[in-house]
Every structure is written in C-alpha cells, then in structure tokens.
C-alpha cells in the first residue's frame, strides 16, 4: 500500500471504529465479531468454491479473499483485533503475515487452525455479535447473537457514505477496469469472438475470475439484449455488428461496474448509441447531493421517452411512451446502485438507519437504490435501450411501436452505458469517464 493510501486508509479506521461503536453503544452490545467465512467446496467434491470473504470484514481489511480470519471491535478504546489464517499447508498458498502499513492499526493475531480463534474471543465480556455466514466455527457462532438485524441496518446506512479511501480504491478500481476496456474494445474491431475478448479484457486488466468483482458480460450482436449474458462464445459471428461490454475490476475488494456499448460502422445504431451516451451524461450531471434516486430513474424514463419519439421507435407522444410502458419495456432494469465492496453494495432500500424499508415503486420493481443521494455516495448510473422481443411481446399489435424501426435494430442487440459517480458536496465526480479520459 502506497503512502498516499496508507493515510487514507488510516482515516478510514478511524471512521469504521466511530461508525461501529456508535452502532454497537446504541444496540447495546459490547463487541462485535466479524468472520471472514471459511472455504466452501463443491458438493461431493474437493473442488472449493471461489472465496469471496464476508463484506463487512472486507470494509476492514484488504484481504478480500481471506478464509477463516475475523476482526473484532470492542466498544470500548483498545485496538480492533485482526485473526489471520495460516494453516501449516503444503498444497496451497498460506497468506503472508499482514506487514503493510495498514497492519498497525490492528492487533494481529495468527491462528494455525479455523477452531484456534477460540482463544482469541474466549475474554470477550459483556453482549457480543456475531456477523458472519453459517461457515463460521460454532465457538464464533456460539459466542454472541448472529446477524442482529439493528446492528446490521445501522452499519448497511452508513455504508451509503463511503470514506476517502474507500472511494480512492475505487478510482483505481476503475483505472484498472478501463484498461481492459479499451483492450476489449481493440479486440472487437480486430473482429475476435466473446470468449477472446473476454481474454483480452483479463489479460490488459491483470484480472480474471478470482479477482473480478462479477462475471464479465461480453456480448456480441443480438447478445447485448440478454442483461445477464455470460456464455461467450469461442467462435466470432460471421458479422460482428455490435458490442456490449459490461466488466469492472477490483481493487483491495473495491468494485468498478462500467458499460460500454460501440457499433463497428458508423451507422444508425452508432447515432443511436451517442444519444444515449448524451442522455447518460445529463443523468450523471443530475446525479448531485440531495436528489431522490427514484426521481433521477423516472426522470431518465421520460429522457427515453424522448428519445424513443425523435428516433422513430415510438409513434406515439414521449409522455405516452412513458405512460403506455414503452420505455419500460426498452428500458427493464434500475437507473443504477450503489457500489463498494459490493457491487451492488448494501441499504439501497434502506428508509433510515433503524432498517426500515424504502421498497422500490411497483412499476419500477428492479430499482436498487430508492434513497436520496448524500454526498459521499457512490452510486452506477446505468441506462440501457435494448429490443427484447418477451417484453415487446405485450404491445405486438399496437400502432404506436415502429416495428420495422424495430426490427433494424434487433440485430444490434441493445445499448448500456454505465459509470460510476461519487456524489460529492459540490458536484459529481465521474470515476469511470474520469479514467477514460485519462487512458
Ligand atoms: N454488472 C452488474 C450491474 O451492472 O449491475
Ligand atoms: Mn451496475
Ligand atoms: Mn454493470
């Protein structure tokens, strides 16, 4: 860890030490036991599942892949312990002793065995939690109240707010991320398939599935109207229209979530990817301290609306393409949410800090941000016009859908542009373009 992050991170502690004894003060707790989760394996298998270790320790400790540690605080004055693995293994890599200037700020305690950290929790006096998954040794789970549910929305609310070295990492995250975008979008104009672009990416990003903070959607063509495609193909399509990437990278188990869609001619489908790019940027530029985030996705509708009129799609008013549910059927997935060491991280539905609910609106089910944006958030703002023929289905017959605007476009598959913004006290500051602009 550089010196510049080595002092941010040693505000961040401070603030997770203030954040987490004020919340256990007012649950009425005395510590808190935060395990990282132990290896998972496949069923009837020896294969261990890939270990992603438990958000709440990864907020502490840049050990985002770390098994069968723990961190606990104490409500009182005395240094957060850190409990790191090492078992005595000859097959696998043992973890190193944390020697990083962010080590200091923990006493570090290193166990041979998951079960050791018995000793090391056995003199904690007074109300514990436990946060963890069900893999935590049953001396953990044992020794306090699991997941209490005040204690975890108190935390989930304040996570909204991320710290400077939070947010630092995740501006590297996105340096590192558009490395591989901009190799992505090379191999695309070289005409390579999905899976090879998919290699490109990793290769330029230094990444690949381990590290990745989610499976990469690389998508080609027709492809790009499938939200969630990950299935690659190993062989280029015979014409390689369009190109949907959405991919991130990580840092220290800090995420960046960016698309990108590009046409490989200079053609209608380009035109159309522009606008939304613009439509985008307004969107991020509204994206400002104090805005409702429901507003922000309903005003993004109406900007669709809009766009759907002037570019022929809809016949019908951009008021009425809104009303009738047009946009939503170009248009099936939230404005965005909030990222960290999630990707999509914690109390986006999240009504105030005792964990009432704030539930997206009825029509809009897929919303994952509902609060008002506070400046320190960091947020995606993702809007997408795609052609998916199911959610199209509904309206086959009516006169106000363009279908043969429609079935030019379904070749190209669909659109997404995603960054992701730090909301700050005067303004946004975009880490995704931020990056683009500089590599
Ligand atoms: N890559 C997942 C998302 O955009 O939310
Ligand atoms: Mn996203
Ligand atoms: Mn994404």
């Not at 070295?165 to 590192?176: G, H, V």
């Not at 609060?371 to 809007?383: H, Q």
Request: hydrophobic share 40%; glycine share 8%; with cysteine.
């Amino acid at each position: 860890m550089d010196q510049a992050l080595a002092t941010l991170y040693s505000d961040h502690i401070d603030t997770m030490l203030q954040r987490h004894r004020m919340a256990l003060q007012e649950q009425g707790f005395d510590w808190l036991i935060i395990h990282s989760g132990l290896l998972r394996y496949e069923f009837l298998d020896d294969r261990p599942v890939a270990h992603v270790a438990n958000p709440h320790f990864r907020t502490w400790v840049p050990l985002p892949d770390h098994a069968g540690g723990a961190v606990i605080v104490g409500v009182t004055d005395s240094a957060p312990r850190l409990v790191f693995l090492q078992p005595r293994d000859y097959w696998h890599e043992v973890p190193a002793t944390p020697a990083e200037a962010w080590a200091r700020h923990f006493d570090l305690r290193a166990i041979a065995a998951s079960d050791d950290i018995v000793s090391h929790i056995a003199d904690l006096e007074g109300r514990v939690a436990v946060i963890s998954d069900t893999t935590a040794p049953a001396s953990v789970l044992d020794a306090g109240e699991h997941n209490p549910q005040g204690l975890i929305a108190h935390l989930h609310w304040q996570r909204a707010v991320k710290t400077g070295y939070e947010i630092e990492c995740m501006r590297r995250a996105n340096a590192i991320a558009v490395r591989g975008h901009r190799a992505a979008e090379q191999a695309f104009r070289d005409g390579a398939s999905e899976f090879d672009i998919h290699i490109a990416y990793c290769k330029a990003c230094g990444q690949d599935t381990n590290t990745l903070p989610y499976d990469n959607i690389v998508a080609l063509n027709e492809h790009g109207a499938i939200l969630h495609y990950t299935a690659r193909e190993n062989h280029a399509p015979a014409e390689s229209r369009a190109f949907l990437i959405d991919a991130g990278a990580s840092y220290n188990g800090y995420a960046a979530d960016i698309t990108r869609t590009y046409s490989r001619a200079d053609d209608d489908f380009a035109a159309l990817i522009a606008l939304m790019d613009e439509l985008q940027l307004q969107i991020c530029a509204d994206a400002t301290a104090g805005t409702d985030y429901v507003s922000l996705h309903r005003q993004t509708h109406d900007r669709l609306g809009l766009l759907l009129e002037d570019q022929g799609l809809v016949k019908c008013s951009a008021e009425a393409a809104v009303a009738q549910g047009y946009t939503r059927a170009f248009f099936p997935h939230g404005l965005g949410h909030y990222i960290g060491t999630q990707v999509h991280d914690v109390g986006g539905h999240q009504a105030n800090i005792g964990g009432d609910e704030q539930p997206p609106p009825p029509d809009h089910p897929f919303l994952r941000l509902t609060r008002e944006l506070e400046a320190g958030a960091v947020c995606t703002i993702e809007p997408g016009l795609y052609i998916i023929d199911m959610l199209l289905e509904p309206y086959a017959r009516h006169a106000d859908l363009d279908w043969a605007a429609i079935d030019r476009l379904r070749p190209y598959g669909g659109i997404r542009i995603e960054d992701d913004i730090h909301v700050t006290s005067n303004g946004v500051e975009n880490l995704t373009r931020d990056q683009f602009a500089a590599y």
